[in-house]
């Protein structure tokens, strides 16, 4: 299984970016999705996550204006972040729970993009 995250890039403050993460492989089922942040100098943090029935939760820095969705019929999904402000600058990771018929369920990881906040 491997995880594809693109979408990032320089964006002023206030403005918005879609990340996307697409799965590819051998996947029977995907689980539970989640986008991450890195931002530089500090730890990874939980930004969002959907569950496999639909249901959401955020970070409380991010409620309001970002919006975690997926498409599981291409195996993605999807981070909308609006109203983008510098302190959002971070390296984004894409997260899946993936079931696979070899492996069971397991978490994957994309490869990161990076997103810059700034004027």
């Known amino acids: 299984v491997q995880l594809q995250a693109s979408g990032g890039g320089l964006v002023q403050p206030g403005g918005s970016l879609r990340l996307s993460c697409t799965a590819s492989?051998?996947?029977?089922?995907?689980?539970?999705m989640a986008w991450y942040r890195q931002p530089p100098g500090k730890q990874r943090e939980l930004v969002a996550a959907?569950?496999?029935?639909?249901?959401?939760n955020y970070a409380d820095s991010v409620k309001g204006r970002f919006t975690i969705s997926r498409d599981n019929a291409k195996n993605t999904w999807y981070l909308q972040m609006n109203n983008l402000k510098p302190e959002d600058t971070a390296v984004y990771y894409c997260?899946?729970?993936?079931?696979?018929?070899?492996?069971?369920?397991?978490?994957?990881w994309g490869q990161g993009t990076l997103v810059t906040v700034s004027s």
């Open positions: 492989g051998s996947i029977l089922r995907l689980n539970a």
């Open positions: 959907i569950a496999s029935v639909g249901s959401t």
């Open positions: 997260n899946g729970r993936i079931y696979t018929l070899l492996l069971g369920s397991n978490d994957y």
